[in-house]
């Protein structure tokens, strides 16, 4: 028996997935890359953005006209809207919350009988997440022998007017953090060098716990005292995080402690107070100001990303050049940088979208332009420089090697030798580009197995 998986989204559903190949693997099946062969096909979607529900409703086109050929059960899971979740009922065999995940080798014996009545009740506006727990404690499949992510809550409180996340996941439940650290240490017990926190917002680890948790900079000191205990060289990120809980003992403890990877990934969506006010953001430019000179100082080193919406509902052109403006300012290294799109379930849908398709991509476009200019500057600094880098594939048009240094900046390596991936290597950068680097590999004896 095989199974094909496909995850659409973010690194929220690529950990999950980990856990749904864990489950499908217990039961006896085989992981597949082609769904042709596979018996049980499956999707973790993502209804955040209509994009990759689109790619849904073709692809389970393409399974449900196969099923005339071959017998085959189909499943869905993820980020679901419950609009999106009702209409999936009547395409796919299975479709389940996430933390009904334990459950899913019951529903596959018996998916005739899953998806009658008990699946077609009317669904709540949000989503309970009172089972989450039962999918933490299954032992994940990771994809990677060198790279993880491990979950540390689930849902969001925030409620941002272009964001669909609490109705996909509910609200916010936090992840013991017995359990979190337990996981890490198995992870660099097994050689992991790059694992990554994941939550909708880790700043506000543990407040759902009335004071029976340890809060988020807590939560980073235990993991930095351990990296200390475990002699072992890592690297330790989180996303993603709000700018509303954000404070200085989180940069203070992030800068104590070298396992604690020098990267800050500090969402602004927008650089006008009257946008962020209608995105419900609930932060000030002043307190993101604040943040980011905490950042500077205390970790002059460490790289700085962010997110940015253009074109959300109203956003006029002066209101663009506010983010234009904050952008040149912050030097970002890297923007992930998207075209506002309404989504159902979010507050913001139920407006008038009065910015027309060309500005959002002219705005797009602009601000990715001003983005380039800080990347490079930033880049060209590192020219000369000896960094250490964590190898993670091949350059498609060389050849050659790459990785990713502390900062998450991309490195081509002028070498390749594919024992070093999953490596740590001492690199001497020679060239800078818009988003990417240059280097070249230094003594052997660098080399952290």
């Given at each position: 028996?095989?199974?094909?998986?496909?995850?659409?989204?973010?690194?929220?559903?690529?950990?999950?997935?980990?856990?749904?190949?864990?489950?499908?693997?217990?039961?006896?099946?085989?992981?597949?890359?082609?769904?042709?062969?596979?018996?049980?096909?499956?999707?973790?979607?993502?209804?955040?953005?209509?994009?990759?529900?689109?790619?849904?409703?073709?692809?389970?086109?393409?399974?449900?006209?196969?099923?005339?050929?071959?017998?085959?059960?189909?499943?869905?899971?993820?980020?679901?809207?419950?609009?999106?979740?009702?209409?999936?009922?009547?395409?796919?065999?299975?479709?389940?919350?996430?933390?009904?995940?334990?459950?899913?080798?019951?529903?596959?014996?018996?998916?005739?009988?899953?998806?009658?009545?008990?699946?077609?009740?009317?669904?709540?506006?949000?989503?309970?997440?009172?089972?989450?727990?039962?999918?933490?404690?299954?032992?994940?499949?990771?994809?990677?022998?060198?790279?993880?992510?491990?979950?540390?809550?689930?849902?969001?409180?925030?409620?941002?007017?272009?964001?669909?996340?609490?109705?996909?996941?509910?609200?916010?439940?936090?992840?013991?953090?017995?359990?979190?650290?337990?996981?890490?240490?198995?992870?660099?017990?097994?050689?992991?060098?790059?694992?990554?926190?994941?939550?909708?917002?880790?700043?506000?680890?543990?407040?759902?716990?009335?004071?029976?948790?340890?809060?988020?900079?807590?939560?980073?000191?235990?993991?930095?005292?351990?990296?200390?205990?475990?002699?072992?060289?890592?690297?330790?990120?989180?996303?993603?995080?709000?700018?509303?809980?954000?404070?200085?003992?989180?940069?203070?403890?992030?800068?104590?402690?070298?396992?604690?990877?020098?990267?800050?990934?500090?969402?602004?969506?927008?650089?006008?107070?009257?946008?962020?006010?209608?995105?419900?953001?609930?932060?000030?430019?002043?307190?993101?100001?604040?943040?980011?000179?905490?950042?500077?100082?205390?970790?002059?080193?460490?790289?700085?990303?962010?997110?940015?919406?253009?074109?959300?509902?109203?956003?006029?052109?002066?209101?663009?050049?506010?983010?234009?403006?904050?952008?040149?300012?912050?030097?970002?290294?890297?923007?992930?940088?998207?075209?506002?799109?309404?989504?159902?379930?979010?507050?913001?849908?139920?407006?008038?979208?009065?910015?027309?398709?060309?500005?959002?991509?002219?705005?797009?476009?602009r601000s990715t332009e001003v983005l380039k200019i800080h990347s490079r500057q930033y880049n060209?600094?590192?020219?000369?420089?000896?960094?250490?880098?964590?190898?993670?594939?091949?350059?498609?048009?060389?050849?050659?090697?790459?990785?990713?240094?502390?900062?998450?900046?991309?490195?081509?390596?002028?070498?390749?030798?594919?024992?070093?991936?999953?490596?740590?290597?001492?690199?001497?950068?020679?060239?800078?580009?818009?988003?990417?680097?240059?280097?070249?590999?230094?003594?052997?004896?660098?080399?952290?197995?």
């Amino acid at each position: 028996m095989k199974y094909h998986l496909i995850t659409l989204g973010c690194q929220m559903n690529l950990s999950d997935s980990e856990r749904v190949s864990a489950v499908l693997e217990g039961m006896g099946y085989e992981r597949t890359d082609n769904e042709e062969e596979a018996s049980l096909l499956g999707m973790l979607a993502c209804s955040v953005r209509q994009k990759p529900i689109d790619k849904v409703y073709n692809k389970i086109a393409q399974w449900n006209r196969w099923k005339n050929k071959r017998n085959l059960v189909t499943f869905v899971s993820g980020c679901l809207l419950p609009a999106d979740k009702e209409k999936f009922l009547k395409s796919f065999d299975l479709t389940f919350q996430m933390s009904e995940l334990a459950q899913l080798p019951d529903m596959i014996r018996e998916y005739g009988v899953v998806t009658s009545a008990s699946l077609q009740a009317p669904q709540p506006v949000m989503p309970r997440n009172e089972h989450i727990a039962q999918m933490w404690h299954i032992q994940p499949k990771y994809q990677s022998t060198y790279e993880a992510f491990v979950p540390i809550q689930n849902g969001c409180d925030k409620f941002c007017t272009f964001c669909a996340v609490p109705y996909t996941r509910g609200r916010e439940v936090s992840r013991p953090s017995s359990e979190i650290i337990e996981e890490i240490r198995h992870l660099v017990n097994q050689g992991y060098k790059s694992i990554t926190l994941l939550g909708q917002n880790v700043n506000s680890y543990g407040l759902d716990k009335n004071g029976e948790e340890i809060n988020f900079a807590q939560l980073l000191r235990q993991i930095g005292e351990y990296g200390i205990a475990s002699g072992q060289e890592f690297w330790v990120y989180f996303t993603s995080p709000h700018p509303q809980d954000m404070n200085r003992e989180v940069i203070e403890v992030i800068a104590a402690y070298d396992c604690l990877a020098k990267q800050i990934h500090l969402p602004m969506q927008s650089g006008d107070e009257h946008v962020l006010i209608k995105m419900n953001r609930r932060h000030s430019m002043d307190k993101y100001r604040r943040i980011v000179d905490d950042i500077r100082e205390l970790i002059p080193q460490a790289t700085l990303f962010t997110d940015i919406i253009v074109g959300f509902s109203s956003e006029g052109e002066t209101e663009f050049q506010h983010t234009m403006e904050a952008m040149h300012e912050f030097h970002f290294n890297m923007a992930y940088i998207a075209m506002y799109s309404p989504r159902p379930g979010a507050a913001s849908f139920r407006w008038e979208n009065e910015v027309s398709s060309d500005d959002k991509k002219d705005r797009l476009h602009r601000s990715t332009e001003v983005l380039k200019i800080h990347s490079r500057q930033y880049n060209e600094t590192l020219v000369g420089k000896t960094l250490r880098l964590l190898v993670n594939g091949v350059d498609r048009k060389t050849g050659f090697s790459t990785g990713l240094t502390e900062g998450k900046i991309n490195v081509r390596l002028d070498h390749f030798d594919a024992s070093l991936r999953g490596k740590m290597i001492d690199v001497c950068i020679t060239s800078a580009a818009d988003f990417s680097v240059s280097g070249k590999l230094v003594p052997a004896l660098s080399i952290v197995p």
